[in-house]
């Protein structure tokens, strides 16, 4: 069958490699459909031309994926208008983490045909087989779909147990040369840089964390390795950023991964999602010897009532003693906190204030986002069991406008004395944030004319 996969804009300069889109043409392609790319993402196409593409072009099914953020939702809505005004509109599926806790809700929304809920390389394909052979979609496990104004929800599928067996990204149907070109901390003028999944899932369950599918499934060393290697031989890339939710899953796990990286030679930078209970100074030195130059932590809050309540299994005492570690290593951290989760307040907000500019090492501007209570979430069940949310229409069309505006309040505060309370930290934190930054820039000029540096290439911001 001819699939087309749409990757929306979201208006990034260089957007990230849609790795979601890319396993599914993989799997796809090795099941001997053609896939063909649509990079709104790349070109800022207009919804109206992937409409024209629709009429002048020919495909049997249609696949866009989104995760659960306020402009995904919207821009979902504005390209399904655009393929279902098409001439000769496709059997259009959607799928992602967005629609897959609400499918019902997703199908109404968008007027497609059918949900892939959770992970999609196999229900894809089968999907495509029911489609291709008359079979009733009934059969199909892992998929919603519409029939007689009903939606019905299928039994999930169960996860794949051997992610290894996942095809690599279909990286040769996308523009790479463009998706290289992110930037992420410590990454060069002449880096290129790619993300890379070292696994599925987290073995963790954060109250506010919408991700459905239990437990953590890892890749092994080999086939990582594999792909890097890959993207340094047919891309150049220099610089991976581990894009799935926890590589640092044990102490165990990311020694044995840094062990391998180490014998393989593969010489590349690379980030990584990590927790705060395995920064040890030891695993950290085999981090950085191994080409770690940056760890991004969920920290979340700094009060252990706030902690308990949203099940982070963290502590303000683990938190800091981690965070210095880290520092010590000389890898760079990223911090990472919500506001307004159950039990927070002025006082605990004013705490992560006071952690965030005491650690702060000036690698990435931070501030402090509302917590949102995710479709998936457990905090999203709560907000409809406690009447803070009425349902998933009520989150998207209502209460999640943006993000880092108040979608359900938790707190004790009024709305109004909730974004005060933004606005002050993050006031701090961005003042903070541009006096680092012009101490820095000032010391570069001193070291221009005062000591002739030679090596000054211009004052630059990128």
Not at 91 to 112: D, M, N, Q, R
Not at 130 to 156: C, H, M, Q, W
Not at 347 to 356: R, S
């Amino acid at each position: 069958m001819k699939v087309l996969l749409v990757v929306y804009d979201n208006d990034s300069y260089i957007h990230w490699f849609p790795q979601g889109l890319a396993y599914i043409a993989a799997a796809l392609r090795q099941s001997g459909h053609d896939v063909t790319v649509y990079s709104q993402d790349k070109h800022h196409y207009p919804d109206a031309h992937l409409t024209k593409y629709l009429d002048k072009n020919t495909f049997d099914v249609v696949g866009v994926g989104v995760i659960a953020g306020y402009y995904q939702y919207r821009k979902l809505l504005q390209i399904s208008q655009a393929i279902n005004k098409s001439k000769h509109r496709p059997f259009y599926v959607i799928g992602g983490h967005g629609p897959s806790p609400e499918p019902a809700f997703f199908l109404h929304k968008t007027g497609a045909d059918a949900v892939v809920i959770g992970e999609g390389e196999l229900t894809v394909i089968e999907l495509l087989k029911a489609i291709e052979n008359g079979k009733p979609l009934r059969s199909v496990k892992g998929i919603a779909f519409s029939e007689n104004g009903r939606t019905i929800v299928n039994d999930r599928r169960p996860l794949i147990e051997d992610i290894d067996t996942i095809p690599f990204p279909a990286y040769d149907l996308f523009p790479v040369d463009y998706y290289r070109l992110l930037r992420v901390p410590y990454a060069t003028n002449s880096d290129f840089v790619m993300p890379v999944l070292s696994g599925r899932g987290c073995p963790f369950k954060c109250t506010f964390c919408y991700r459905m599918d239990e437990g953590f499934r890892m890749r092994s060393n080999e086939a990582i390795i594999e792909e890097i290697t890959l993207l340094k031989r047919k891309y150049d890339v220099s610089f991976v950023t581990f894009s799935d939710e926890l590589l640092m899953s044990s102490v165990e796990r990311t020694a044995s991964l840094c062990e391998d990286f180490i014998k393989a030679e593969l010489n590349v930078k690379w980030d990584c999602n990590g927790r705060l209970n395995y920064a040890k100074p030891e695993l950290l030195a085999l981090m950085k010897k191994a080409g770690c130059v940056f760890i991004n932590y969920g920290i979340e809050a700094m009060d252990d009532d706030v902690l308990r309540k949203m099940k982070k299994g963290l502590t303000t005492g683990l938190i800091v003693r981690g965070i210095e570690a880290t520092l010590d290593s000389g890898i760079s951290p990223g911090f990472n906190i919500i506001f307004g989760n159950i039990g927070d307040n002025k006082t605990t907000l004013d705490k992560a204030v006071d952690f965030l500019l005491k650690y702060d090492d000036g690698a990435q501007m931070r501030t402090i986002r509302p917590v949102t209570p995710y479709p998936g979430s457990a905090l999203y069940y709560s907000a409809i069991k406690t009447g803070l949310l009425e349902d998933c229409e009520d989150f998207y069309e209502n209460k999640h406008t943006n993000s880092d505006l108040l979608a359900v309040n938790f707190t004790t505060l009024t709305d109004e004395q909730f974004h005060q309370c933004l606005l002050d930290a993050n006031t701090s934190l961005i003042t903070n944030y541009f006096k680092n930054k012009l101490h820095s820039v000032t010391e570069q000029a001193a070291r221009l004319y005062l000591e002739k540096d030679s090596s000054f290439r211009g004052f630059r911001q990128s």
